[in-house]
């Protein structure tokens, strides 16, 4: 499972990791800022991706990791070749040398127990708590 950066209205979720409501001691209060300030960087990444690509904007649950990071690879390389052509530089990147071809699939990844374990993992306030 991987660990996401959340505020204080999502759920207390195994996975999510929530700011420091009132951190005392300066390395706790660095380490809140931090954090609120990474986590507000990919919001707004992700909002730019999100404007753009429908394909960000929908559910990736039953998506596997791989096709996951092809997806957003290519949604990320499509963005800044629309930057790139607004912004009319002389600035030149070469996309061909930036990874494999994107394969999207729709098969089905995990077995369906398997996909109601994880997500009961991840809903697991207990661990949520523990973080």
């Known amino acids: 499972m991987g660990y996401y950066l959340a505020d ?7 996975t999510i990791v929530k700011s420091i409501q009132m951190p005392q001691g300066n ?3 660095y380490f809140a800022k931090a954090q609120e300030a990474d986590r507000k960087d990919v919001e ?11 394909i960000v904007r929908g559910s990736a649950r039953f998506w596997d990791t791989k096709t996951l990071g092809q997806i957003m690879r ?3 390389i499509m963005n800044n070749m629309i930057v790139e052509d607004e912004r009319d530089d002389d600035f030149d990147l070469d996309y061909d040398e930036m990874g494999e071809q994107v ?3 729709h098969e089905r990844t ?12 991840i809903k697991d306030k207990t661990t949520h708590f523990q973080l």
């Open 103 to 105: 394969r999207a699939s």
């Open 74 to 76: 290519a949604c990320i």
């Open 27 to 29: 390395k706790r209060k």
């Open 110 to 121: 995990d077995d369906f127990d398997e996909y109601i374990r994880k997500y009961s993992e």
């Open 8 to 14: 204080g209205i999502y759920p207390s979720w195994a």
């Open 44 to 54: 707004q990444a992700f909002g730019v991706l999100q404007s753009r690509f429908a």
